[in-house]
Nanobody, 123 residues
Framework: QVQLVESGGGLVQAGGSLRLSCAASGRTIRTYAMGWSRQAPGKEREFVAAIDWSGHSTYYADSVKGRFTISRDNAKNTVYLQMNSLKPEDTAVYYC????????????????WGQGTQVTVSS
């Protein structure tokens, strides 16, 4: 089994930056994808970004493209989400996930999820 633990969330003013981390433990495979989704109160869950094992294939939702950057450190079994130019609309609980295949944008195709980390952006 795999455990995922997110960290790095917090309170930031609009226009600021945060970097989220997600550390994986337990049994993993080399050729897996990792991703991030977010859930805000009263809104549907949104798949935000994903990255493959090599780090060269990525996906971004239109709402964050150009502002967020996903990366990974395979030696640490960790994926990062660098969030710049944050907006109040980015306020949500952010969850990381992993799957045994390549990058996809559908949440249902990911096998494991973390507990989430809260990001709050003030205006």
């Amino acid at each position: 089994q795999v455990q995922l633990v997110e960290s790095g969330g917090g309170l930031v003013q609009a226009g600021g930056s945060l970097r989220l981390s997600c550390a994986a433990s337990g049994r993993t495979i080399r050729t897996y994808a990792m991703g991030w989704s977010r859930q805000a109160p009263g809104k549907e869950r949104e798949f935000v970004a994903a990255i493959d094992w090599s780090g060269h294939s990525t996906y971004y939702a239109d709402s964050v493209k150009g502002r967020f950057t996903i990366s990974r450190d395979n030696a640490k079994n960790t994926v990062y989400l660098q969030m710049n130019s944050l907006k109040p609309e980015d306020t949500a609980v952010y969850y990381c996930a992993t799957r045994g295949g390549g990058v996809v944008a559908r949440e249902t195709l990911y096998d494991y999820w973390g507990q989430g980390t809260q990001v709050t952006v003030s205006s």
